[in-house]
C-alpha cells in the first residue's frame, strides 16, 4: 500500500498525559499537512511542512502542540498534556507542490482523552 | 472569517436516483474547489476538483458546478449507488501561489436507501 499511514489508528490517554502519532507520506510528497477533525465538524488545518520546513501553523495549534518533519519523510505530531477538548481525529495528508491540490490524506488517529 | 459551509446536513436519496449535494463559499478569492468524500473511520477520499475559470468539470458519476456569482458550489451523483453513502465535504483553497491551506465545510451526510 503507497497511499499515506497513520499510527497509531486509535489512542486513549489519561489527561496530562503525553501523546506522539505519526504520519508516513506518499513518498514522492514533498508535502505533509496535519489536519484535526471533530465529530460532524470537516477537517481542520493544524499545520504542514514542505521537506522538513515548517511553514504554516495554525492558531489551533496551542504551544502544547509540536509537530516535526526531520528528514522530509515521516512527520511526528505531539500532545503535550493531554486535556479532554483535545480528542478528536487527526489526519495526515500529503501532495506534490506544483501537482494537484488533491491531497491524499490517511485514515486518521483518533484520540480519546479521558 | 472565511468559511465554506453546507445547506443540508443530511441528504436521503433511493438507489439510482441522482444526488445533489450544495456547499456556499464565502471567499471570493478562493481559486480551487475540492469535493470529498468520507467514510465512517476513514479519512476524506478525493472525488473531483474545480479551478476558478470552470464553471463545470465531470468525473466518472459525477459532475461539480461552479456558480462564482452566487459563490456557490454543487456535487451531482449520477445513478447513486449504496457505496455512495458517506460524508461529502467542500473544500477551498484561496488564491495566492504559496496557498495549499484547505478550508472544509461542516459536511452533508448521503444516505442512499434501497
Known amino acids: 500500500d503507497t497511499g499515506v499511514s497513520q499510527d497509531p489508528r486509535h489512542k486513549i490517554t489519561k489527561r496530562g498525559q503525553n501523546v506522539t502519532f505519526r504520519c508516513d507520506p506518499i513518498?514522492?510528497?514533498?508535502?505533509l499537512y496535519w489536519y484535526r477533525q471533530t465529530l460532524g465538524q470537516g477537517p481542520e488545518f493544524l499545520t504542514y511542512?514542505?521537506?522538513?520546513?515548517?511553514?504554516?501553523k495554525s492558531r489551533l495549534l496551542s504551544d502544547r502542540f509540536s509537530a516535526e518533519r526531520p528528514k522530509g519523510s515521516f512527520s511526528t505530531l505531539e500532545i503535550q498534556r493531554t486535556e479532554q477538548g483535545d480528542s478528536a481525529m487527526y489526519l495526515c495528508?500529503?501532495?506534490?507542490?506544483?501537482?494537484?491540490?488533491?491531497?491524499?490524506f490517511g485514515s486518521g488517529t483518533r484520540l480519546t482523552v479521558v | 472569517g472565511e468559511s465554506v459551509g453546507l445547506h443540508l446536513p443530511t441528504l436521503s436519496v433511493q438507489e439510482g436516483d441522482n444526488s445533489i449535494i450544495n456547499c456556499a463559499y464565502s471567499?471570493?478569492?478562493?481559486?480551487?474547489f475540492i469535493w470529498y468524500k468520507q467514510e465512517s473511520g476513514k479519512g476524506p477520499q478525493f472525488i473531483i476538483d474545480?479551478?476558478?475559470?470552470?464553471d463545470k468539470r465531470q468525473g466518472q458519476r459525477v459532475t461539480v458546478l461552479l456558480n462564482k456569482t452566487v459563490k456557490h458550489l454543487s456535487l451531482q451523483i449520477a445513478a447513486t449507488q449504496p457505496g455512495d453513502s458517506a460524508v461529502y465535504f467542500c473544500?477551498?483553497?484561496?488564491?495566492?501561489?504559496?496557498?495549499?491551506?484547505?478550508?472544509f465545510g461542516t459536511g452533508t451526510r448521503l444516505q442512499v436507501t434501497l
Open positions: 495528508a500529503s501532495s506534490w507542490v506544483g501537482g494537484s491540490y488533491g491531497y491524499t
Open positions: 513518498s514522492e510528497h514533498n508535502r
Open positions: 511542512f514542505q521537506n522538513e520546513a515548517q511553514l504554516e
Open positions: 471567499n471570493s478569492a478562493s481559486d480551487y
Open positions: 474545480i479551478r476558478s475559470n470552470m
Open positions: 473544500a477551498e483553497i484561496g488564491s495566492g501561489g504559496t496557498a495549499s491551506k484547505l478550508t
